[in-house]
């Protein structure tokens, strides 16, 4: 009798799950035998939390017997699950390998962290991959909470981590059908660059026009690019229209704040520049 845990993450070999998060066990018998069932038992710290009885069903034409078991756990701690089948007439005693899984709350650290982390670059987010909650993994968290319309600061509460783990909260473009080109959201002061295909390549925190100062909204070409730094601090600039460009900047707060330019953070800027190309388009909306 086998045991595999499915709907778990696995970081650096282990299974990981969340608390209160549904997860299962499945397991398959060999030889199926109609009417036996399977006894699976959950286990913390050596003390048992759960038994669940289950009925065999027949798969692979017959020759092995399935069961699925599913689990939730309000607490951390790492769960072991083994299953038994008790003998019968019909079938002797079969006992199965053990299953360890990390039941982990949703807070940053250790293997939260570096999942977190791969949640939002599944996503798009231009994000870090250290392990650790760095500067990249802060702005990155600020793209994802203006995508999602949420409070905008630079901590991932544990609300945040459930959703990015559960994969939710993608940016979405809004003309993927413009083939090769960037989109800015002023209302959400994002940055989103999109494939040929109308895929998401990666989304990144922006300021945009201030009021006085205002982005200007439309439709445009890429018609020159400027590596480095200039004499008003602009840096690694794409230009779409007139003095309008997409640069990095010392100051990207969280508001609309430059002169007209979309600004994107200094350690952001140069792989902006570098995957921009000369007559690509931008889309600039609200």
């Not at 038994?51 to 069961?67: D, V």
Request: glycine residues 10%; hydrophobic residues 40%; positive net charge.
């Amino acid at each position: 009798m086998t045991l595999t845990a499915q709907k778990v993450m696995r970081d650096s070999g282990q299974r990981v799950a969340l608390t209160r998060t549904s997860w299962r066990v499945r397991g398959e018998l060999r030889p199926f035998v109609p009417g036996q069932t399977v006894v699976v038992r959950f286990l913390r710290n050596g003390r048992e939390i759960h038994e669940q009885t289950e009925q065999l069903r027949s798969i692979r034409g017959g020759a092995a017997g399935e069961f699925l078991t599913g689990f939730r756990s309000r607490s951390a701690g790492r769960v072991v699950v083994s299953a038994v089948h008790l003998a019968t007439p019909e079938l002797d005693t079969v006992r199965s390998e053990k299953v360890r899984v990390n039941v982990m709350r949703p807070m940053l650290g250790g293997s939260i962290t570096r999942l977190f982390q791969k949640g939002l670059a599944r996503m798009k987010y231009a994000v870090s991959r250290t392990g650790v909650f760095d500067s990249a993994t802060v702005r990155a968290v600020m793209a994802y909470r203006k995508v999602n319309g949420m409070p905008r600061s630079y901590s991932a509460s544990e609300s945040i981590v459930r959703r990015v783990l559960a994969g939710k909260g993608a940016f979405k473009p809004k003309y993927p059908g413009d083939s090769r080109h960037v989109e800015a959201d002023i209302s959400r002061q994002v940055l989103a660059l999109v494939t040929r295909r109308g895929r998401v390549h990666r989304v990144y925190h922006t300021s945009t026009g201030a009021p006085a100062t205002p982005t200007v909204l439309g439709r445009f070409r890429v018609y020159r690019k400027s590596i480095g730094t200039n004499a008003v601090g602009m840096v690694h600039s794409s230009y779409f229209i007139r003095g309008y460009a997409i640069h990095g900047y010392p100051s990207v707060p969280i508001y609309p704040a430059s002169h007209g330019c979309l600004r994107v953070p200094i350690p952001d800027a140069l792989a902006i520049f570098r995957w921009i190309r000369l007559g690509d388009r931008i889309d600039v909306y609200s």
